[in-house]
């Protein structure tokens, strides 16, 4: 059966929505611990073999501390906020770059004052997320700075 392609052109419209891109929850609720954040996959393409997604969180959202096999290419295009990386704890702002290895822990946050967007480069065949159990936030709340970016 042919997959219905989207047209080859796509026009930005305001607030941060594209023609033609379906505006979705970011995930199914109950699957995994998130607040305010959604989704928009703005490219899918075999011949591509990547996905590129626009994640939004209003102030105070965030995604889903996880992990998985694949890498992820962020860029932030709206607003601050902060992300976990691993052990590493940063500010981010507009155009700031981030590369997620795979395996790595990794969660993002929006500032308290204004909503948060990103896009996300991933593989287009890619594993499913894993959530941390008990004893993996008890290794990362080792570090001083993980342990407050948690529990914030």
Request: proline letters at 6%; hydrophobic letters at 40%.
């Amino acid at each position: 059966m042919d997959i219905e392609q989207p047209p080859n052109i796509r026009l930005a419209r305001d607030g941060f929505r594209w023609d033609a891109v379906a505006h979705q929850p970011y995930k199914q609720e109950g699957e995994a611990p998130f607040k305010d954040i959604s989704r928009q996959v703005l490219f899918h393409d075999d011949a591509l073999a990547c996905e590129l997604r626009y994640f939004e969180m209003d102030a105070d959202g965030y995604s889903t501390l996880e992990r998985h096999e694949h890498a992820h290419a962020v860029m932030i295009l709206r607003g601050r906020g902060q992300c976990m990386v691993g052990e590493q704890i940063r500010e981010v702002k507009q155009f700031d770059l981030v590369t997620i290895p795979g395996g790595t822990w990794h969660q993002f946050k929006a500032s308290a004052s204004e909503p948060f967007g990103f896009l996300c480069m991933v593989n287009s065949t890619r594993d499913r997320p894993v959530l941390p159990a008990a004893a993996d936030l008890e290794r990362m709340r080792i570090n001083p700075a993980v342990a407050a970016f948690l529990d914030a």
